[in-house]
């Protein structure tokens, strides 16, 4: 996770979030709370008792990496993609319990359904990162009993990754790394999830590279950490009947580096994603979109390099049960359209299991569960230009005509009729325009 950086009164929005489109209007300035305490990080998984992993004495003779055959951009899209509208889902827990937890929250959303399972390998020991003592029997079940289902796996590139080890050892490791000492792990991975029928798993490799919290990290040895990359997805790639989607996601911001110094080139890498918590206390939600190497500058670079994005884990933090961050951060994906994206749902960022944000997750849960509401009677349609085609990209063919634009350039609008409590835990009342809500269905 990012060190604190330091946003503007909400201006009016309208977005479509899950094939709704969404204008708020809220009181003027944001909705920050206290500054929570640090807390545990439920995320990643305990260490496991072990065997003694095998040792890495000498390094492994292989070839240098390889340029992938696919062009940057032309590689098939993961399941779920433009499925059933946009993907997401939430970080729960690794293990079994976050599978019991996804439907949960699909039922605390009306039904709708988390489409997106998100776990982490432990970075104790190289055998547990290998996906060892059936950490990913569960999840490979999951994904495979639904096509359009996609599973997200963070994949440490370092055993002892969380173990703050200091800056002159990581240097070591990660020349060590780009010489091929790791190697045969990554493979074992790879053969492991294609074994487990999850040959098309989406890879977050070394997430948050940016940072000074992993061992995994780069700033160390920038050019080492990019050759382990590339040694790395070379390696997974060689595996027969893989079909894996490589995430490289920093953290928003500047960080210990600037990520862009981290990127290891676009044969290596399929997605662009980025880590974006509401932090540090006081930063509008304009900064951290125009600060450096922030939201924008994401979604900049991705476009110049042919890559769709992503947010694998985003959510409230320093600035408290804010209700400003919410509808903006959704809002800029509905307008950007990430691949997907996983919300981190534990306090102090979540919204279902975290009750230190009632304002929040009265939003988000308004937001995601109105696809089940009643359609308004439709009005006028016009026809609909046909969108320009992306190089690389589907480019899904639209329905011969949309509802006509309201006065409030919003087709079908009406407002949602939530219960006062809830308007005012949210500051203003919600107009509701549902746009074809049966493609999604």
């Known amino acids: ?53 095998r040792a890495d004495s000498s390094p492994v003779s ?21 499925a059933r509208g946009p993907a997401f889902g939430a970080y729960l827990h690794y293990g079994p319990a976050g599978l019991k937890r996804m439907k949960e929250l699909s039922r605390w959303l009306g039904g709708h359904e988390v489409r997106v399972g998100h776990t982490y390998l432990p970075g104790d020991v190289w055998h547990n990162i290998e996906g060892g003592h059936g950490f990913l029997d569960s999840w490979a079940e999951w994904r495979r009993a639904e096509s359009d289902r996609m599973l997200v796996l963070n994949v440490p590139m370092m055993e002892r990754n969380e173990e703050n080890v200091p800056d002159s050892e990581v240097r070591r ?29 989406v890879i977050v490799l070394g997430w948050e590279m940016n940072g000074i919290t992993y061992t995994h990290r780069c700033a160390p040895d920038p ?33 210990a580096i600037p990520w862009p110094e981290c990127y290891p080139g676009d044969a290596f890498v399929d997605i662009i994603g980025m880590d974006a918590y509401d932090q540090p206390y006081g930063l509008g939600f304009d900064q951290q979109v125009s600060e450096p190497y922030g939201l924008q500058h994401h979604v ?22 804010n209700v400003t961050y919410m509808l903006r951060m959704l809002a ?30 009265a939003l988000y849960r308004a937001l995601l569960s109105v696809p089940h509401l009643p359609r308004p009677k439709p009005g006028p349609t016009v026809p609909v230009p046909a969108r320009p085609t992306t190089p690389g990209k589907p480019n899904p063919t639209p329905a011969a005509t949309e509802p006509a634009a309201q006065p409030s350039k919003l087709p079908h609008c009406t407002p949602l009729d939530l219960a006062q409590g809830l308007e005012h835990q949210i500051g203003g009342q919600l107009t509701v325009c549902l746009q074809w809500a049966e493609r999604y269905r």
């Open 1 to 53: 996770m990012a060190p604190d950086r330091r946003r503007s009164p909400l201006k009016g929005l309208a977005f479509l979030t899950a094939a709704v489109v969404v204008s708020a209007a809220l009181a003027a300035g944001t909705a920050f709370g206290a500054d929570p305490a640090s807390r545990p990080d439920p995320r990643r998984p305990a260490p496991v008792t072990h065997p003694v992993p």
């Open 223 to 255: 050019d080492s950490w990019k050759r382990y990359w590339k040694r790395i997805v070379t390696v997974m790639r060689s595996v027969p009947g893989q079909k894996f989607k490589f995430d490289f996601a920093p953290s928003r911001g500047m960080d």
């Open 173 to 201: 490791l990660l020349r060590r790394a780009a010489s091929g000492a790791f190697d045969d792990h990554f493979e074992v991975l790879a053969e492991r999830l294609v074994d487990l029928g999850v040959p098309d798993t």
């Open 62 to 82: 292989r070839a240098e990496p390889v340029a992938s055959p696919t062009p940057p951009g032309a590689s098939h899209s993961p399941p779920g993609a433009g």
């Open 300 to 321: 900049d670079f991705a476009r110049t390099h042919g890559k769709p994005i992503s947010y694998p884990e985003w959510g409230l933090f320093r600035n408290g049960d």
């Open 332 to 361: 800029w994906m509905d307008e950007h359209k990430p691949l997907y994206n996983t919300i981190t749902d534990y306090c102090p960022h979540g919204v279902w299991l975290c009750s230190d944000n009632p304002r929040a997750s």
